[in-house]
């Protein structure tokens, strides 16, 4: 009765109006399991292949119908008859009717697609919440919540060029009281902003995006609506960036430039991989950031070692684009003691079997990982269950607005309820 019956895909679209695919999947006992598949915007040269159909007459290009087909044709018909009760076997099938590496062929879209709705189906069939099924072993943990307040790079038409300003705020006693924290730092530092006549509309992920100076000048807006929401720096709430790094590394000379005054024609600073360490060592003295997410261009590994050097015992330095959420890449990073996180997104690498593997890996040797919404999200909030099942303790899913990331944070505080009387004393993340 765990067998499938039928796959079926739709295309949709995603939180900025771009297609991406819904998935069902119909057992012969008329359950069924659903996912819709997110995108990223400043993506991995490595991440496995978003399969868009390049048709300029639909969506410029990027419509999705070539990876539906590809669902509801060769996927359904390699998977009918199979039990979603082994989602190895399955992710695994469809990685060898792909047979490429970066599952060009099916699309990772496609593969990733059916994957997590074959893991929703099983759910189903065993009438167990997400992460129960995904992790049976009850070892659960509620995440500390990395909340990007602040919008720049490539998800905000503004000056900011590091891509996320994030609060974490660790010394919460409950997931919930983190919650809370976070909206009203989000709403303080909306009114410190509109003091200023700053701007405050979002940019992708929900977080404000001003025309600021500088990123000393978007740390102390921070600084001052933590402190305003009643909350302590660095003792309740701590600073996390992603500066997303690849996106602002100009290739030719080979320096960090200021790529937001550049494009607007101003005069802009351009920094080598030295000052660029020197600069997050300098914005590390003088603010309480206790995490840098891609601090260095994902192909500038001597970059990282020296980052993860200077920085890396105090902090934590996560692997986003580096990574990929690929064992390969991680394995490479561990051997040559690059960062010490990992960021997870499950449509780097394509599936979920290959995503706990990573997780697996990267617990094995001692890097910590984050869960991870992207940029272009849907209501699917798969990734609140998967940051629960797997303990890893943080998820970096957006700010306190938009409904395709607050979906995230709201289906963690419906875990943690179902969760509150379980015998375990303490279920949140602290640091
Ligand atoms: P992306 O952004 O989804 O656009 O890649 C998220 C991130 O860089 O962490
Ligand atoms: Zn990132």
């Known amino acids: 009765m765990s067998e499938i019956k039928e796959i079926t895909a739709l295309e949709i679209l995603d939180s900025r109006g771009t297609p991406t695919i819904y998935c069902e999947v119909t057992l012969s006992s008329g359950i069924q399991g659903f996912s819709?598949?997110?995108?990223?915007?400043?993506?991995?040269?490595?991440?496995?292949?978003?399969?868009?159909?390049?048709?300029?007459?639909?969506?410029?290009?990027?419509?999705?119908l070539?990876?539906?087909?590809?669902?509801?044709?060769?996927?359904?018909?390699?998977?009918?008859?199979?039990?979603?009760?082994?989602?190895?076997?399955?992710?695994?099938?469809?990685?060898?009717?792909?047979?490429?590496?970066?599952?060009?062929?099916?699309?990772?879209?496609?593969?990733?697609?059916?994957?997590?709705?074959?893991?929703?189906?099983?759910?189903?069939?065993?009438?167990?919440?997400?992460f129960e099924s995904i992790s049976p072993d009850k070892n659960y943990l509620l995440p500390t919540p990395m909340m990007n307040i602040l919008n720049g790079g490539a998800h905000a038409d503004n000056s900011l060029d590091f891509q996320e300003f994030m609060i974490r705020p660790f010394n919460a006693p409950t997931f919930a009281e983190a919650l809370r924290w976070g909206s009203e730092i989000f709403y303080s530092l909306r009114s410190?902003?509109?003091?200023?006549?700053?701007?405050?509309?979002?940019?992708?992920?929900?977080?404000?995006?001003p025309n600021l100076s500088s990123d000393e000048e978007s740390l102390d807006f921070i600084l001052k609506a933590i402190e305003k929401a009643g909350l302590r720096?660095?003792?309740?709430?701590?600073?996390?960036?992603?500066?997303?790094?690849?996106?602002?590394?100009?290739?030719?000379?080979?320096?960090?430039?200021?790529?937001?005054?550049?494009?607007?024609?101003?005069?802009?600073?351009?920094?080598?991989?030295?000052?660029?360490?020197?600069?997050?060592?300098?914005?590390?003295?003088?603010?309480?950031?206790?995490?840098?997410?891609?601090?260095l261009d994902e192909n500038d590994w001597e970059g990282w070692k020296s980052l993860t050097q200077s920085l890396g015992k105090e902090i934590?330095?996560?692997?986003?684009?580096?990574?990929?959420?690929?064992?390969?890449?991680?394995?490479?990073?561990?051997?040559?003691?690059?960062?010490?996180?990992?960021?997870?997104?499950?449509n780097q690498i394509g599936t979920l079997t290959e995503t706990l593997d990573t997780m697996a890996l990267a617990k094995k040797s001692n890097y910590k990982c984050v869960?991870?919404?992207?940029?272009?999200?849907?209501?699917d909030s798969f990734i609140a269950d998967l940051s629960v099942a797997t303990a890893c303790g943080q998820i970096k899913t957006g700010s306190l607005s938009r409904s395709d990331r607050i979906a995230k944070y709201n289906r963690l505080l419906q875990i943690e309820h179902l969760l509150s009387d379980s015998s375990k004393e303490n279920l949140f993340y602290h640091k």
């Open 192 to 209: 410190l902003l509109k003091e200023k006549n700053h701007v405050v509309s979002v940019g992708d992920e929900g977080g404000f995006a």
């Open 36 to 64: 819709m598949v997110p995108s990223g915007a400043s993506t991995g040269e490595h991440e496995a292949l978003e399969l868009r159909d390049k048709d300029p007459n639909r969506y410029f290009g990027k419509g999705v």
């Open 66 to 130: 070539k990876a539906v087909a590809n669902i509801n044709g060769p996927i359904n018909e390699l998977l009918k008859g199979q039990s979603v009760l082994d989602q190895r076997s399955i992710d695994e099938a469809m990685i060898s009717l792909d047979g490429t590496k970066s599952k060009s062929k099916l699309g990772a879209n496609s593969i990733l697609g059916v994957s997590l709705a074959v893991a929703r189906a099983a759910a189903n069939f065993k009438k167990m919440p997400l």
């Open 233 to 295: 720096p660095k003792t309740d709430v701590s600073i996390a960036l992603d500066c997303a790094a690849s996106e602002f590394f100009d290739k030719e000379s080979k320096t960090y430039i200021e790529k937001k005054k550049k494009l607007s024609g101003h005069s802009f600073l351009s920094r080598t991989a030295k000052e660029q360490v020197e600069h997050l060592q300098k914005l590390c003295k003088n603010y309480p950031i206790d995490s840098i997410e891609d601090g």
């Open 371 to 379: 869960v991870s919404h992207r940029s272009g999200e849907t209501e």
């Open 316 to 346: 934590q330095i996560v692997g986003d684009d580096i990574f990929v959420t690929n064992p390969e890449f991680l394995q490479k990073g561990i051997d040559s003691d690059i960062g010490n996180s990992i960021l997870i997104k499950l």
